[in-house]
């Protein structure tokens, strides 16, 4: 069958290091390849105008030492992959003996079979994954986080008892009351704002000196606006 450059790339179990790489290349080049590009773990090959069956491929990597990793192999580590992400809040479905009941794997051979493919241990990955929740969730929502793995709403609030709006480490827990009562104050929820002329220069004030103040989430924190926007503007004119 004649094809123009077709490229397949395959994912080889077994590497670990240069001399692998040379070792499969070498047996890789006695093939009728345009292109061979071998990295550890992967085999990138460029067909010429015939291709190659699969069998002449998966002999030379056995010759080499190797196994190339099968589509059902690759299904199974996604599989995985998405079974942590949706379970990033329940750290006892993400133990070894659970996740791999769930994925129908035996736990010495998931272990070892995602560390091939992934180039990355599955605890790692799992730690990796709730990181990666936790930047997310900075990004999305301005979010404070502390190295103990604990939630908060803002950096004034990071360290204080009873402030913490949930975890990202080492389980996903996020208060959801705790959020909204953040979440929605504003001028428009804050008795106090209604009627001032200055909240939409102000905003409420500092949410969390508020609350410290008073005790209650909702209510202001009140600054000398008037006074501060007169000395700066005065202060702006008398630089021109």
């Not at 105008?49 to 080499?64: G, H, L, R, S, Y």
Request: aromatic share 8%; with cysteine.
């Amino acid at each position: 069958m004649s094809y123009n450059s077709k490229v397949e790339t395959f994912r080889i179990k077994g590497m670990c290091c240069s001399r692998c790489v040379r070792a499969l290349k070498e047996e890789l080049s006695k093939l009728s390849l345009t292109k061979i590009t071998v990295r550890i773990g992967e085999a990138e090959l460029v067909y010429g105008k015939e291709i190659i069956p699969f069998e002449q491929t998966q002999n030379a990597v056995e010759d080499a030492g190797f196994e190339i990793m099968t589509l059902l192999q690759n299904k199974k580590i996604e599989e995985v992959k998405e079974y942590v992400r949706r379970h990033l809040s329940d750290s006892n479905a993400l133990r070894l003996s659970v996740l791999s009941r769930a994925v129908a794997v035996s736990p010495y051979h998931l272990s070892r079979t995602f560390s091939l493919i992934e180039k990355e241990t599955l605890q790692d990955f799992i730690i990796r994954t709730r990181v990666e929740y936790a930047a997310q969730l900075l990004r999305d929502t301005e979010r404070a986080f502390d190295g103990s793995g604990h939630i908060y709403a803002c950096t004034a609030t990071v360290g204080k008892n009873g402030e913490e709006l949930g975890t990202f480490y080492p389980t996903v827990n996020k208060a959801n009351d705790l959020i909204k009562v953040w979440e929605e104050r504003d001028v428009t929820t804050i008795p106090e704002c209604k009627g001032c002329n200055l909240q939409l220069a102000c905003g409420g004030g500092c949410a969390s000196i508020a609350k410290n103040r008073t005790g209650n989430l909702a209510s202001p924190d009140c600054r000398p606006i008037t006074q501060l926007l007169e000395m700066g503007i005065s202060h702006y004119f008398s630089e021109q």
